[in-house]
């Protein structure tokens, strides 16, 4: 299985910069972009794609700039926080950048990352924005249901699906000293 740490080559795409009107009407593009079997790893855990990514890129001009915005949503399996049962979550994400020839950036608000551009160039490639938009969207865990038992400290066994009837001491025993002072 093949882990992405980084977006995948394959899903190079990027908006042509001449077909960004001038009028300041925005330019937009939809199109779905795959995980071919691949994982997504990242907070130390792996995210299974359930179905591939849906993008949607809008770019228009301010001044001279570009300012495009990427909108992501998709779906993913990951091990549940608490009982290690898979549990699917939803996600979407929302970012905005400035590409500039500028030397010096005031981007317009603090939601809008500036991006300054060596040189001319044909097209802005996206890729590495849209998995930017991906990465800070993902959530560090996820709960199969919000009142999740989970397993067991002694015996491992899912308390969701049965108490094992472990006696377990949830004090922390570098702490019983304190204890014995109340």
């Known amino acids: 299985m093949r882990r992405l740490v980084s977006f995948p080559v394959e899903w190079a795409c990027g908006i042509l910069i001449s077909s960004v009107r001038k009028n300041g009407e925005p330019r937009e593009e939809r199109f ?3 995980f071919d079997g691949a994982v997504v790893e990242y907070w130390g855990q792996d995210y299974t794609p359930l179905a591939p990514l849906s993008v949607r890129i809008s770019a228009n001009y301010a001044s001279d700039d570009i300012v495009t915005r990427v909108s992501l949503s998709g779906a993913f399996s990951l091990p549940c926080s608490r009982c290690l049962a898979e549990t699917g979550i939803a996600i979407e994400g929302d970012m905005r950048y400035l590409f500039t020839l ?12 500036a991006i300054r551009l060596d040189g001319f160039r044909a097209e802005l490639e996206m890729s590495p924005y849209i998995w930017e938009t991906l990465i800070l969207n993902l959530p560090e865990g996820a709960l199969c249901k919000e009142d999740c038992k989970g397993l067991c400290p002694v015996c491992g066994r899912d308390r969701n699906a049965r108490d094992c009837g472990c006696a377990s001491d949830d004090s922390d025993p570098r702490l019983r000293v304190l204890k014995s002072l109340l």
């Open 102 to 113: 500028r030397d010096t950036v005031d981007a317009p608000d603090g939601d809008t990352d």
């Open 32 to 34: 779905e972009l795959p």
